[in-house]
């Protein structure tokens, strides 16, 4: 069982940056789906960005599509989310999610959090206007 703690998050102006990481407790989470998800006050929780466990295929929401990037460190056992030109609609605690799951299709990953089985505990991102 891999144990994933996230941080980076803290309060930004609107066009700023930040980047979150995501550290594994394993030696392997080159094994693992990854993604990254936020969940704003009374919303839903929502897909932000995901990349696939063997060949880093990268897949984001539209609504950040452009702005951020998603990437991991099998080295380090640490993936990242860098965020530029942050928006106030941006503001959630975004957490990281592990998927272990093989896929004959090296380069599919989910996006629905249902299917991700692991779980940073999650980092505040408030984005202020």
């Known amino acids: 069982q891999v144990q994933l703690r996230d941080s980076g998050g803290g309060l930004v102006q609107a066009g700023g940056s930040l980047r979150l990481s995501c550290a594994a407790s394993e030696r392997t989470l080159s094994n693992y789906g990854v993604g990254w998800f936020r969940q704003a006050p009374g919303k839903a929780r929502e897909f932000v960005a995901a990349?696939?466990?063997?060949?880093?295929?990268?897949y984001y929401a539209d609504s950040v599509k452009g702005r951020f990037t998603i990437s991991r460190d099998n080295a380090k056992n640490t993936m990242y989310l860098q965020m530029n030109s942050l928006k106030p609609e941006d503001t959630a605690v975004y957490s990281c999610a592990a998927d272990p799951t093989y896929y004959p299709n090296s380069a599919y990953v989910p996006i629905l959090p249902a299917a991700y089985d692991y779980w940073g505990q999650g980092t505040q991102v408030t984005v202020s206007s």
């Open positions: 990349i696939s466990r063997s060949v880093g295929t990268t």
